[in-house]
């Protein structure tokens, strides 16, 4: 078992930065990728960015590509989530969220089912 505790949300106006912290625990020797995926009121969970856990390899949703930038510390057990240039639109509540190397197939590495544990959510509220 894998636990992941967000951190770092927060109410914060259009343009300004934000970062999130997502600390993992447990089994994290069996993770492969970790990232994070947002949900926004009656809309569905969406895929934000993923990176590989041991490698360098990441992965960024069209509507957040040169805005957020994903990052890890190993040591830590930390995958950090840097946003940038927020829009009302990025406001939703961000969750964390790794995949076991058993179960990963790249081509779901966007998809939320294709992730075996999820932390609780942090808030980011971007106002107009």
């Known amino acids: 078992q894998v636990q992941l505790v967000e951190s770092g949300g927060g109410l914060v106006q259009a343009g300004d930065s934000l970062s999130l912290s997502c600390v993992a625990s447990?089994?994290?020797?069996?993770?492969?990728?970790m990232g994070w995926f947002r949900q926004a009121p009656g809309k569905e969970r969406e895929f934000v960015a993923t990176?590989?856990?041991?490698?360098?390899?990441?992965y960024y949703s069209d509507s957040v590509k040169g805005r957020f930038t994903i990052s890890k510390d190993n040591a830590k057990s930390t995958v950090y989530l840097q946003m940038n240039s927020l829009k009302p639109e990025d406001t939703a509540v961000y969750y964390c969220?790794?995949?076991?190397?058993?179960?990963?197939?790249?081509?779901?590495?966007?998809?939320?089912?294709?992730?075996?544990?999820w932390g609780q959510g942090t808030q980011v509220t971007v106002s107009s």
């Open positions: 969220a790794a995949v076991p190397t058993d179960d990963y197939r790249e081509t779901y590495y966007d998809t939320p089912s294709a992730y075996r544990y």
């Open positions: 447990g089994r994290t020797g069996s993770i492969k990728m």
């Open positions: 990176g590989s856990w041991r490698g360098g390899k990441t």
